[in-house]
């Protein structure tokens, strides 16, 4: 199976899903797989389907996180969508905290913010263990993308550490304007 490339991504806030928490989108280049936007047409008229997902490593590559989606109704399919960590690693972030992404097909040059009302479905990407280790992987990824703009080891670690809070304050910031009110 040759997994999916992303074509665009970007944030979804809906008043009516996940509490007005930004959700992450993704839209994916599914030509070489039309059953893929069929599966995601059929979700509109049916209940809700059955997925597993499972995060992995892109076997023979070091930059590449797979997520793996298998269909067990309305219709049986497996697919992965392939991340690459250096361009995606606040989106990928993103999916593991918020538990959840939208997914969309298109082509190439769609945008997310373009692709508002067409189909698409909320995948729930809850808990698979995965989490524990794409912290130490996001973590590890950023120290060294620090030290190679020059930064030594210690101020790589902090600014790493700071780059992780305020991904992770952007998800949070709508959750917590929400209870404070």
Known sequence: MTPL????????????VGELRPIPAVIIDSQTRPEISEFIDAHINQPPGDITVQWGEQAFSKNNLIL???ASRPVKLEFGIRFNISANYALINGIIRSNAMYLQTGLKGDKVSNRIGTSQILLEVGDTGFEIKWNSILLNFLIKNFKGKGFKKE???IA????ISTLNDLLDIRQ???KNQ
Do not use: T, V
């Not at 790493?160 to 780059?163: C, L, S, V």
């Open 160 to 163: 790493a550490h700071k780059e």
């Open 176 to 178: 917590n304007n929400i």
């Open 155 to 157: 101020q790589a670690k």
């Open 68 to 70: 793996l989606i298998i």
């Open 5 to 16: 490339d992303i074509i665009a991504d970007g944030l979804i806030i809906n008043s009516s």
